[in-house]
């Protein structure tokens, strides 16, 4: 049975590369399911509950202008956790991309041995949890470094997003507000442009880590940066694309979480503002966590897109540098 799946390592198109990164998930969805479903619930309960806790802050200080510091604590253990399991998700999602891609070329070395070739198979060996375990830790920190500054931007407490907000409405006149915010949706494509750069190094680190049979196609951070410069075109096509893609997969999944938050904060603006003794009942609340972490869960799998995506897209970048330096691939 054909799995639709190859190796990465092949010269592909930009469109390709999407194509196949979109295969990965739609021609495996049990696998993928198994694997990152239940990292995909963990962070949708954590997001769910953080969502309404920030809510709730946000209006309990609406009175008096004054965070609650209950209401400060819980936010501050909450996003952490928050990052912490986000970022286990992203290093098991790279893991699965390392043993596909083992597998894909297990297969291939199987397929040469019966057609006669005189290759060597490697020796297959069954991980224990401690070599899991190491291998986790290893790919989490080896990927943290080029994802840190997400969690920094998207932190609470320094409020950049709403700071941003507040600049573009305290404008005098609407085009004033459009000049603005333009300026800065023209801004944060440029950042996101010169971010690319930083894919390529971060793929590569995350494939490479702690695996021998590829140590010698381990880049350092400097040429790491300079290959993903020179292709950032490339990586941003295939970034923005897949992203769009992803986005419009996950309107109709996040509809539930939209709706059911827009309740939750109508509840608690209902009670501490107009002093309406109605809430939502428990039962309802826990309604609503259930189809918001279910709905929130099909809209993180679905964001695994852009990832495999961009595995083609590495896999294709780092096939074009080795044969420009003249290493047989």
């Not at 292709?231 to 996950?250: P, Q, R, W």
């Amino acid at each position: 049975m054909q799995t639709h799946i190859e190796t990465i390592y092949s010269l592909r198109s930009n469109i390709d590369c999407i194509r196949r990164g979109i295969g990965y998930i739609i021609y495996r969805p049990w696998l993928t399911t198994k694997v990152m479903g239940p990292w995909a619930v963990l962070i949708a309960c954590l997001y769910v509950v953080y969502r309404w806790m920030l809510a709730k802050a946000n209006i309990n200080a609406l009175p008096t202008g004054v965070y609650d510091m209950n209401d400060i604590v819980m936010v501050a253990v909450v996003y952490p956790l928050l990052c912490f399991v986000t970022q286990l998700f992203t290093a098991r999602l790279f893991i699965l991309f390392r043993r596909t891609e083992a597998m894909l070329e297990r297969k291939a070395l199987e397929e040469e041995i019966n057609q006669g070739k005189d290759v060597t198979l490697p020796e297959l060996e069954t991980p224990t949890k401690k070599d899991k375990i190491k291998e986790i830790v290893s790919v989490t920190a080896s990927t943290l470094p080029y994802t840190l500054w997400l969690y920094i931007l998207e932190c609470p407490f320094l409020g950049i997003s709403e700071l941003l907000y507040g600049l573009i409405m305290s404008q005098p006149t609407m085009t004033r507000q459009c000049m603005v915010g333009t300026a800065f949706l023209a801004g944060l494509c440029l950042l996101a442009f010169i971010l690319t750069t930083l894919v390529y190094p971060m793929y590569n680190r995350a494939i490479t880590v702690r695996n021998k049979q590829k140590a010698s196609e381990r880049e350092t951070f400097k040429k790491g940066i300079k290959i993903g410069f020179r292709h950032k075109g490339k990586t941003f096509m295939v970034m923005t694309l897949s992203a769009i893609i992803a986005v419009i997969l996950c309107i109709v999944p996040v509809l539930p979480l939209v709706i059911s938050e827009n309740a939750v904060s109508n509840s608690f603006i209902s009670m501490l503002i107009h002093n309406d003794d109605s809430a939502i009942p428990a039962s309802g609340m826990w309604l609503m966590f259930a189809v918001d972490t279910i709905s929130l869960t099909a809209a993180i799998i679905i964001s695994i897109i852009p990832y495999s995506c961009l595995l083609y897209l590495y896999g294709t970048v780092n096939v074009h540098e080795r044969e420009k330096d003249g290493v047989v691939v």
